[in-house]
């Protein structure tokens, strides 16, 4: 059963912790704010911050990264395809790309909102049908 948290609690600190809040935060800043930027730096992250013994941290490291590796090639590349078969002056496509465009989007940053609720939790958490798998140990890990 779980625990019931005052307000005043603070919570429990898990290892790694606030590198995964890190993480999902620049991963949706990267879809939100700072696209790009925010990206640079989650992958810079991702490659420079040692991890060893934090599962937590390598969990959403892992995650926010391929999930926006995945998120440009679904925003951008699939994007200009609709554009370029369905031509520049067309209304179709027009309509075609914006619907495309806000459905994508706006699940790519609820799941990052999840992600992101998931890490300030101390839990691991897997993007559906693009996450990586979870490295063992992580905590509260579900798929």
């Given at each position: 059963?779980?625990?019931?948290?005052?307000?005043?609690?603070?919570?429990?600190?898990?290892?790694?912790?606030?590198?995964?809040?890190?993480?999902?935060?620049?991963?949706?800043?990267?879809?939100?704010?700072?696209?790009?930027?925010?990206?640079?730096?989650?992958?810079?992250?991702?490659?420079?911050?040692?991890?060893?013994?934090?599962?937590?941290?390598?969990?959403?490291?892992?995650q926010?990264?391929?999930?926006?590796?995945?998120?440009?090639?679904?925003?951008?590349?699939?994007?200009?395809l609709?554009?370029?078969?369905?031509?520049?002056?067309?209304?179709?496509?027009?309509?075609?790309?914006?619907?495309?465009?806000?459905?994508?989007?706006?699940t790519?940053?609820?799941?990052?909102?999840?992600?992101l609720?998931?890490?300030?939790?101390?839990?691991?958490?897997?993007?559906?049908?693009?996450?990586?798998?979870?490295?063992?140990?992580?905590?509260?890990?579900?798929?």
């Open positions: 059963m779980p625990r019931l948290v005052n307000a005043g609690d603070a919570p429990e600190e898990v290892p790694g912790m606030g590198l995964a809040v890190s993480a999902e935060a620049l991963y949706l800043a990267n879809l939100l704010v700072v696209p790009g930027i925010g990206f640079l730096i989650l992958a810079y992250l991702r490659f420079r911050s040692p991890v060893d013994g934090r599962p937590l941290a390598a969990a959403h490291l892992a926010a990264f391929v999930a926006s590796l995945w998120g440009g090639g679904l925003l951008v590349l699939v994007n200009l609709i554009v370029l078969l369905g031509g520049y002056h067309s209304t179709h496509t027009w309509v075609l790309l914006i619907l495309y465009f806000t459905v994508c989007h706006s790519l940053v609820l799941l990052g909102v999840v992600g609720a998931k890490a300030m939790a101390g839990q691991c958490w897997r993007y559906p049908l693009i996450g990586r798998p979870l490295p063992p140990g992580c905590p509260g890990g579900s798929a």
